[in-house]
C-alpha cells in the first residue's frame, strides 16, 4: 500500500518508486475498473477523444482502452491524472528541496544555478529544474506551487480561489497568481505576503472537503468565489471548467450546485457579478479558449452558437465542430498551435502530415454546409481580426465593425 501526497489516504495497489534525491514518492496505479469508470458511454468518450476519428472504429470497449492509456501517461488535456476524487495529483518531476538533504544545500550553487536559467524557484528552499519546469501548463505549475507551499505550512490552513482551481483541474483563462490563496476568518484580518494570499471571507458558510491536514473547497465553492472576483469573461471560463462533462469523471459541478450556493450565503461582494457569469456558463466548452470565442461572437452580434456539433461525414469520419450557427448553416474550427506540434494529437504523424489530414478533413466538411471559419485560439484576444474573418467568410452579424480600442466584452 502507499499513501497519497495529496490526500493523505492509503491507496491500494501503488507502485512505488525512487525519484531523484532521497525522498520516496507513491504514484497510485488505476484499476480496470477505474478505467471503466472514466469512459462512461460511446458518445461521450467519443466527442472528446476521438473527433478525427471515424465513429464506426470506435467501439466503447477500444475508447475505454484508449482512455486508460492517456490517464495513465497523465496527458488529458495536457494535465496530470485526476484522483479518485477528481483532484489533479501534483505533476511528477524533479524537485530539490532544502529540507529533503542530508548535506546543506550550497547557497551559492542555488544563485548561479537561478541566475543561469537551470534551475526556478517554486517556494521557498524549493527548486524545480527549467527544463522540467517548462514541461508543465500554468495550470500544473501552480498545482505544484500549492503542494509546496502547504507542506511546509505550521497549521491547516482552507485553500481556495486559484489554489483550489488548480487542485481540481480548473483551468482559468489569463496568468495564474504567484501567491497561494487560503481563506480565513473574517476576525482575523486579511494580510498577505510571502507565499500566501490570505482571503478574510469566513470559513463556516464555505463548502469544503479534506485535502490531507488542510481543507480545500468544493469546485462549485471554488468557481463561486472566482466568479465574484474576476473579470466576466475570465469568471465564465472558470465556471466553464467546473461544469464540462468531458472529463474523465464527469463534470466537477453542477450550475444548479452552483446556484444553489450563492443563494444561500450571506449577502457578499459580488453576488450580481457571479450571477451573470453562471448565466452564461455551458457544459460543453472544452478549454478556455473555446469560452473566450463563443462569448465573444455573441458580443459581436453573431448569432447564438451551439457547442461540438457532431457530423458523420460521407467518408464515416465523425466530426465535431467548436463552434456552429444552425441559421446560418456556419461550421467554426478553432484551433490552437499544439494540434500540429503537441504528440497528444499528432499521434506520431510529422506536422506536415497533420496538416494534410486536417486539410482533407475541412474539404469534406465544407461540402456539407454552407459556411466554413477557421480561426487560432489567440484570435479571440483581437475582437477586429474575428470579425473580420466570419463576414468575410459569409456570417452575417447584427452589430457594425468594432473600432480599435474598442471594449467588446465587460
Known amino acids: 500500500m502507499g499513501r497519497s501526497s495529496a490526500t493523505g489516504r492509503v491507496v491500494h495497489g501503488a507502485k512505488k518508486f525512487t525519484a531523484p534525491g532521497p525522498r520516496r514518492r507513491w504514484m497510485p496505479r488505476a484499476s480496470a475498473a477505474e478505467i471503466g469508470i472514466r469512459c462512461r458511454n460511446r458518445r461521450s468518450a467519443g466527442r472528446f477523444l476521438q473527433r478525427d476519428r471515424a465513429c464506426s ?7 475505454a482502452a484508449r482512455l486508460s492509456t492517456r490517464l495513465l501517461r497523465g496527458t488529458w488535456r495536457g494535465t496530470s491524472v485526476p484522483d479518485s476524487r477528481g483532484m489533479l495529483n501534483v505533476p511528477d518531476v524533479p524537485v530539490l528541496r532544502r ?3 542530508l548535506d546543506p544545500l550550497d547557497d551559492r550553487r542555488v544563485r548561479r544555478e537561478l541566475a543561469a536559467g537551470r534551475w526556478t524557484r517554486v517556494a521557498p528552499g524549493v527548486f524545480v529544474p527549467m527544463a522540467a519546469w517548462r514541461g508543465l501548463n500554468p495550470l500544473q505549475r501552480h498545482r505544484l506551487r500549492v503542494e509546496e507551499v502547504t507542506s511546509r505550512l505550521p497549521s491547516s490552513v482552507v485553500i481556495s480561489h486559484f489554489a483550489a482551481a488548480a487542485v481540481w483541474g480548473i483551468d482559468v483563462l489569463g496568468s495564474w497568481p504567484a501567491l497561494v490563496d487560503v481563506t480565513i476568518d473574517r476576525a482575523s484580518g486579511g494580510r498577505s505576503g510571502g507565499t500566501l494570499q490570505r482571503h478574510a471571507l469566513g470559513v463556516a458558510h464555505r463548502r469544503r472537503v479534506p485535502f490531507g491536514r ?6 462549485a465553492q471554488t468557481v463561486l468565489d472566482l466568479a465574484r472576483m474576476l473579470p466576466y469573461v475570465r469568471a465564465v471560463s472558470a465556471i466553464d471548467q467546473a461544469l464540462w462533462i468531458g472529463r474523465p469523471r464527469g463534470p466537477l459541478a453542477t450550475a444548479a450546485e452552483i446556484s444553489d450556493i450563492l443563494e444561500r450565503t450571506p449577502v457578499a461582494r459580488g453576488g450580481r457579478r457571479a450571477r451573470r457569469a453562471l448565466a452564461a456558463s455551458a457544459t460543453l466548452s472544452a478549454n478556455v479558449r473555446e469560452t473566450h470565442m463563443r462569448l465573444l461572437v455573441v458580443a459581436l452580434g453573431f448569432p447564438i452558437p451551439r457547442l461540438q456539433e457532431r457530423r458523420t461525414l460521407p467518408s464515416g469520419r465523425c466530426v465535431f465542430g467548436d463552434l456552429y450557427f444552425p441559421d446560418a448553416d456556419h461550421w467554426l474550427e478553432i484551433d490552437g ?30 461540402r456539407e ?33 468594432p473600432r480599435a480600442g474598442d471594449s467588446v466584452l465587460r
Do not use: C, W
Open 99 to 101: 529540507r529533503d538533504r
Open 337 to 366: 498551435r499544439g494540434k500540429y506540434t503537441s504528440p497528444e494529437y499528432t499521434r506520431g504523424r510529422t506536422p506536415a502530415a497533420v496538416v494534410i489530414d486536417e486539410k482533407n478533413r475541412e474539404n469534406e466538411i465544407r
Open 57 to 63: 472504429a470506435s467501439s466503447p470497449e477500444r475508447m
Open 214 to 219: 488542510h481543507e480545500v473547497t468544493t469546485p
Open 369 to 401: 454546409v454552407r459556411g466554413f471559419s477557421r480561426l487560432e485560439a489567440t484570435d479571440a484576444d483581437h475582437p477586429q481580426r474575428v470579425y473580420d474573418v466570419l463576414t468575410a467568410d459569409g456570417l452575417r452579424s447584427s452589430k457594425p465593425r
